[in-house]
Each structure stands twice: as structure tokens, then as C-alpha cells.
């Protein structure tokens, strides 16, 4: 059965999309492979369980509905102080008109943000105040 090894990521700037997906989840560069190897695969610290992400220099323009995207979760963090720690890093929050006006049964809280080249993520997690989205 397949599964997936990494997740590329389209990027204008390979490097600063580098430090900001570095800083959001943790990861670390993978090192290099081979003499010039330049290419930017971040991966979990060693002893750490998660996928690899590239960053694929890309010349196409960012998606408003994109037809993928990543989706963390702000683990033990309250969600709005992990949405502060990404903005912080240079993640932008996203005026987004599709979220429920009722959650789902189960169904934590989001925020949708874009990276540092515009792609489109959501953050989820548990919220000390009582919004439930946006």
C-alpha cells in the first residue's frame, strides 16, 4: 500500500517559505544528498513522527480556493495564541466567508491563514475564549 512521504509545497521564495514552515511545525532541513544540492525538504526532528515538506519553486500564482492544503493542529496550545505564534512568523490570517455558522458535532475550531507566498492553510485546536470560528 502507498503512503505518503512528503507533501510539496509550491513557493516563489524557496528559502523564506523554509523558515517559516521550519519555525510553524518544528521540522528541520533534511541535509543535502548530494554536492549542490539545494533543494528544501524540511523534515520532523530526529525521533519525531510527521511528513516531509518541500518547497517547489513554482511560478504559479497562489490559489484563493485551493484545491489542496495542509491542516495543522495546535496540539496542547490554545488555538488563538498558536494563531499568534504563526503571525508572528509571517503567516497572514485570511478573510474567509465559508466558515460554518454552526460547528459540526465533534468539530474543533479553525482559522484560516496563508503562509509567506499566500497558500492557504487552516489551523485547528481547542479556544479559551468562547468564538468558535474565525
Not at 516563489?12 to 528544501?40: C, H, K, M, N
Not at 497562489?62 to 509571517?90: K, M, N, T, W, Y
Not at 466558515?99 to 479553525?110: A, I, K
Request: glycine share 10%; with cysteine; proline share 8%.
Amino acid at each position: 500500500m502507498s503512503m505518503i512521504e512528503q507533501v510539496s509545497l509550491g513557493v516563489t521564495d524557496d528559502r523564506r517559505a523554509g523558515r517559516f514552515w521550519a519555525g510553524a511545525l518544528g521540522y528541520v532541513r533534511r541535509p543535502s544528498r548530494y554536492p549542490q544540492d539545494e533543494w528544501i525538504v524540511l523534515e520532523p526532528p530526529p525521533g519525531s513522527t510527521g511528513v516531509a515538506l518541500a518547497m517547489d519553486v513554482s511560478k504559479s500564482p497562489v490559489a484563493e480556493f485551493p484545491r489542496i492544503h495542509l491542516d495543522l493542529d495546535a496540539g496542547d496550545r490554545d488555538l488563538d495564541d498558536e494563531v499568534d505564534r504563526l503571525r508572528e512568523l509571517g503567516a497572514e490570517r485570511v478573510d474567509w466567508q465559508h466558515y460554518p455558522t454552526e460547528p459540526e458535532p465533534g468539530q474543533l475550531p479553525y482559522v484560516v491563514l496563508a503562509d509567506t507566498e499566500g497558500n492557504r492553510f487552516c489551523v485547528s485546536g481547542h479556544r479559551r475564549a468562547g468564538t468558535f470560528f474565525g
